[in-house]
């Protein structure tokens, strides 16, 4: 069974930086593509940013772009969210997330197949 850890997530103040590490364990397995979604109560999962493997192409969520980076190695199923000058609204519950098959549909959080338990994010005014 394929496992997804995240870390790094906390309580720091607006303006501040963090980075979100996630790897992968267990059965060994290829990943076609990794990202982070965020939620908060009462609210769909969104998408924060992925990473297509094959490409390198990336996508983000327009209220994060050029405040959040994502990166990683595939080899490792490894994923990184790098996040500077955090705002109090990028305040949620971040979950690592992965596809480990062929598709072109990667922004649906039902396209991903392996989940990380989730670690939160708190930014204070």
């Known amino acids: 069974q394929v496992q997804l850890v995240e870390s790094g997530g906390g309580l720091v103040q607006a303006g501040d930086s963090l980075r979100l590490s996630c790897a992968a364990s267990g059965r060994t397995f290829s990943s076609y593509v990794m990202g982070w979604f965020r939620q908060t109560p009462g609210q769909k999962r969104e998408l924060v940013a992925n990473?297509?493997?094959?490409?390198?192409?990336?996508y983000y969520l327009g209220s994060v772009e050029g405040r959040f980076t994502i990166s990683g190695d595939s080899a490792k199923n490894t994923v990184y969210l790098q996040m500077n000058s955090l705002k109090p609204e990028d305040t949620a519950v971040y979950y690592c997330a992965a596809i480990s098959y062929f598709t072109l549909h990667e922004h649906g959080p039902e396209s991903y197949d392996h989940w990380g338990q989730g670690t939160l994010v708190t930014v204070s005014s």
């Open positions: 990473i297509r493997w094959s490409t390198g192409s990336t």
